[in-house]
């Protein structure tokens, strides 16, 4: 193999994999569609043949990909064997040839996971429960943000989203877990003296200007293209009147669009929300039913940058003036097969927002020592730019 031109994009260690479907150069990566590769290594998949090969995809994400799709098509889970025809791709007779089988063979589990665990070198340590047969395949992707200023003005913005994902054949399990706390110190300077003798005393208070975090989970079991989903999620946003809100939900969806460089999936389901407010109303319903739709979208924009967008819409049966809806977009370049730097803009609309207390003050502006309860504002808006760590 011709390591000077392949090498600059793949991995040495890599090499063998591509050497196993025919790739020895650019060239030859080049002419090879992602059809054909992934055939090539025992599996379909329902891309079309990308027009100017493989490489527009990035070498890394169609390794990455195969090592998923032959983890969900439970490749490893002892049903496999050599292949007894090689019209295309690998001879039968090659090491790294497979395909299903009922029964299953000692020999094919063990080709399974030796390519496995070849696809996983330069992959996180979590990966390792891919060799294991019949294990789940882990990821974790996380994204930091944080901001200080110090001197005359001091504020500090700390933001932190992770998500951990397992797969195992047909079952999928994430659970995320994020915030945002924002800290402002205000400084106060007075002097006492006179104007050519004076001292200056500095009094400094830090209040709380931001705080909102969120704990969910979610189950999906995938049946063709089709799938069903259940979830528990938590969430606490003070400053738009919620202290604590607890929701659960379970439906059905469809992915109708699902390959490497592209995604749409719909899904929609029934919830039960408990809602506790930092101002609650008296005799107020902290429970109710609803409906939740969803839809998410990614496509794959160059070798280095995805978009995704993911729209949760929900609405209360019992009060149907109780519309709420996330609406997240981000736009993401990886810098490394660990690393990238993602951008995004999330909305939050909620169209009966929570009531918040208000001091209120007489016509003088004395307090009254009376609390009155106003809406929070109807829509939240986050702009954040993340470095993301892929473990």
Same mark, same amino acid.
Request: glycine share 10%.
């Given at each position: 193999?011709?390591?000077?031109?392949?090498?600059?994009?793949?991995?040495?260690?890599?090499?063998?994999?591509?050497?196993?479907?025919?790739?020895?150069?650019?060239?030859?990566?080049?002419?090879?569609?992602?059809?054909?590769?992934?055939?090539?290594?025992?599996?379909?998949?329902?891309?079309?043949?990308?027009?100017?090969?493989?490489?527009?995809?990035?070498?890394?994400?169609?390794?990455?990909?195969?090592?998923?799709?032959?983890?969900?098509?439970?490749?490893?889970?002892?049903?496999?064997?050599?292949?007894?025809?090689?019209?295309?791709?690998?001879?039968?007779?090659?090491?790294?040839?497979? +395909?299903?089988?009922?029964?299953?063979?000692?020999?094919?589990?063990?080709?399974?996971?030796?390519?496995?665990?070849?696809?996983?070198?330069?992959?996180?340590?979590?990966?390792?429960?891919?060799?294991?047969?019949?294990?789940?395949?882990?990821?974790?992707?996380?994204?930091?943000?944080?901001?200080?200023?110090?001197?005359?003005?001091?504020?500090?913005?700390?933001?932190?989203?992770?998500?951990?994902?397992?797969?195992?054949?047909?079952?999928?399990?994430?659970?995320?877990?994020?915030?945002?706390?924002?800290?402002?110190?205000?400084?106060?300077? +007075?002097? +006492?003296?006179?104007?050519?003798?004076?001292?200056?005393?500095?009094?400094?208070?830090?209040?709380? +200007?931001?705080?909102?975090?969120?704990?969910?989970?979610?189950?999906?079991?995938?049946?063709?293209?089709?799938?069903?989903?259940?979830?528990?999620?938590?969430?606490?946003?003070?400053?738009?009147?919620?202290?604590?809100?607890?929701?659960?939900?379970?439906?059905?969806?469809?992915?109708?669009?699902?390959?490497?460089?592209?995604?749409?999936?719909?899904?929609?389901?029934?919830?039960?929300?408990?809602?506790?407010?930092?101002?609650?109303?008296?005799?107020?319903?902290?429970?109710?039913?609803?409906?939740?739709?969803?839809?998410?979208?990614?496509?794959?924009?160059?070798?280095?940058?995805?978009?995704?967008?993911?729209?949760?819409?929900?609405?209360?049966?019992?009060?149907?003036?109780?519309?709420?809806?996330?609406?997240?977009?981000?736009?993401?370049?990886?810098?490394?097969?660990?690393?990238?730097?993602?951008?995004?803009?999330?909305?939050?609309?909620?169209?009966?927002?929570?009531?918040?207390?208000?001091?209120?003050?007489?016509?003088?502006?004395?307090?009254?020592?009376?609390?009155?309860?106003?809406?929070?504002?109807?829509?939240?808006?986050?702009?954040?730019?993340?470095?993301?760590?892929?473990?």
């Amino acid at each position: 193999m011709n390591h000077s031109d392949l090498s600059t994009i793949v991995r040495v260690e890599d090499l063998p994999i591509l050497e196993a479907v025919g790739v020895r150069t650019l060239a030859d990566l080049a002419s090879q569609s992602p059809t054909r590769l992934s055939a090539g290594v025992g599996f379909e998949t329902r891309l079309k043949p990308h027009p100017v090969g493989p490489t527009s995809l990035c070498v890394a994400t169609w390794i990455r990909r195969a090592r998923k799709e032959l983890q969900r098509r439970r490749i490893i889970s002892g049903q496999a064997r050599p292949r007894t025809s090689g019209a295309e791709g690998i001879s039968p007779h090659h090491p790294w040839s497979w +395909t299903r089988t009922q029964d299953g063979d000692r020999w094919g589990r063990k080709m399974a996971v030796a390519l496995l665990a070849a696809v996983a070198i330069g992959l996180s340590s979590g990966d390792d429960a891919i060799a294991q047969e019949g294990g789940w395949a882990w990821e974790n992707s996380t994204d930091l943000s944080f901001v200080s200023t110090s001197g005359n003005a001091s504020s500090s913005t700390l933001g932190l989203k992770s998500a951990l994902t397992g797969t195992q054949g047909v079952n999928a399990f994430k659970i995320e877990l994020g915030g945002i706390r924002g800290e402002t110190s205000f400084r106060t300077l +007075t002097a +006492t003296g006179t104007p050519s003798n004076f001292t200056v005393v500095e009094e400094t208070d830090s209040e709380l +200007t931001a705080e909102s975090y969120f704990l969910r989970s979610r189950y999906d079991r995938s049946f063709g293209t089709a799938y069903g989903f259940s979830g528990v999620g938590w969430d606490r946003n003070t400053f738009a009147g919620i202290q604590n809100r607890y929701a659960l939900v379970a439906g059905v969806g469809n992915a109708w669009v699902d390959g490497e460089t592209s995604r749409f999936k719909t899904d929609i389901g029934a919830t039960y929300t408990i809602q506790k407010d930092v101002s609650p109303v008296a005799g107020a319903d902290d429970g109710f039913g609803g409906i939740r739709f969803s839809v998410e979208v990614m496509r794959q924009l160059s070798p280095t940058t995805e978009f995704n967008s993911v729209l949760v819409a929900d609405e209360n049966v019992e009060d149907t003036d109780d519309f709420r809806a996330d609406w997240l977009n981000s736009l993401s370049v990886a810098m490394s097969d660990r690393l990238a730097l993602k951008t995004s803009l999330q909305l939050l609309f909620d169209n009966k927002p929570s009531l918040l207390g208000v001091p209120l003050f007489d016509g003088g502006g004395a307090p009254t020592g009376t609390t009155v309860l106003t809406p929070s504002d109807e829509i939240d808006s986050v702009v954040t730019l993340t470095l993301v760590i892929k473990l």
